[in-house]
């Protein structure tokens, strides 16, 4: 809960930010990279009831206290007024499940804390500020992918950003498929996994550095890149094809498990049982370390894909059909 220091007037109003799942494009948006991320129906709500006063937080849950304060923080730095609220804050994303659920979180705050006092900030700048604000409360250098996706989402729809000329358009998902998110339920913070270390070791290779672990990383991301195109393409075709999908998706999760080092046997072990039960392609999303899979599925065999890929799995999975949402907005 953020609470004003002093009184204010009841003001009803309801803010709503989506998770994502990314496509394909991984551990690519810090080094000007391409993504193709779906916000999806699963997200962060932050339903406003006063206004009024300094800020002053005092949620039980540390998160949100910490990224309530590094939003008003980063606000106040670029000249936006920021009002205390009184709010409520719900969340039907599963946390650490890499599904961008701090991102929400993040962009939700500022959308709150902008439109409320009456500030016009949309697009990437709001982006740009929810990103900002999580390095700022995590001490995680992350990308932007997850605060855009999180933003600019459209229903049926894929989010294709440039994270060097922040170009973006949206890429239709292909009829006739499911989307599917496997929770492998190994969960992770960024700020005590690898993450910077790998962004550390990319920077080096980006650099010149001429060793085998920094030469992996880069090739992991140049390689990564070109997929994200063959991606772009393949659904821009028709009919898609379901093949060569499930050919890009394997060499993308086969590079993130060999040359970026951040899947796991969990992760490993799904991608498999996906293609298997009859995905058409499968593979880890998000920063890894633990956390998800995502799984295109044909239609017709999505409901029962669910409940097979969670009874095949030794661990303990979650399963369900993701739905591609729009972008954070007030209800």
Not at 71 to 85: D, I, K, M, N, Y
Not at 191 to 217: M, N
Request: charged residues 25%; aromatic residues 4%; contains cysteine.
């Amino acid at each position: 809960m953020i609470t004003p220091m002093s009184a204010a007037e009841p003001l009803p109003r309801t803010f709503w930010a989506p998770g994502r799942v990314n496509l394909i494009g991984e551990h690519t948006d810090y080094s000007g990279g391409l993504v193709l991320p779906v916000a999806l129906d699963l997200g962060v709500t932050l339903r406003v009831t006063q206004v009024g006063g300094p800020l002053r937080v005092t949620s039980s849950d540390g998160d949100a206290q910490r990224y309530a304060e590094a939003v008003a923080a980063e606000l106040a730095e670029r000249g936006f007024p920021v009002a205390g609220l009184e709010a409520t804050i719900t969340t039907t994303l599963p946390i650490g499940a890499g599904l961008s659920s701090s991102a929400a979180l993040g962009v939700a705050l500022a959308l709150a804390l902008t439109a409320v006092p009456g500030e016009v900030l949309g697009g990437l700048e709001l982006a740009e500020v929810a990103q900002h604000a999580e390095t700022r409360a995590t001490g995680v250098p992350c990308g932007m992918m997850d605060q855009a996706a999180s933003i600019l989402g459209r229903p049926g729809h894929a989010v294709l950003l440039d994270t060097e000329s922040l170009r973006w358009e949206h890429v239709r998902l292909p009829a006739g498929h499911a989307l599917v998110v496997v929770d492998s339920g190994v969960r992770r913070r960024l700020e005590q996994s690898a993450y910077a270390t790998r962004r550390e070791e990319l920077e080096r290779g980006l650099a010149g550095a001429g060793d085998p672990v920094a030469r992996r990383r880069v090739r992991h991301v140049e390689s990564e890149n070109e997929r994200v195109r063959e991606v772009v393409r393949v659904l821009r075709s028709e009919p898609v094809d379901a093949d060569r999908l499930g050919k890009i998706f394997r060499d993308a999760h086969e590079s993130l498990r060999v040359d970026f080092e951040v899947s796991t046997p969990e992760l490993d072990e799904l991608v498999e049982l996906a293609y298997g039960l009859g995905a058409s392609a499968a593979r880890m999303t998000g920063a890894g370390f633990g956390g998800s899979i995502v799984a295109l599925v044909p239609s017709e065999r999505a409901a029962r894909f669910t409940d097979e890929i969670v009874a095949a799995y030794s661990g303990s999975a979650t399963a369900r059909v993701g739905v591609a949402a729009g972008g954070a907005r007030e209800l």
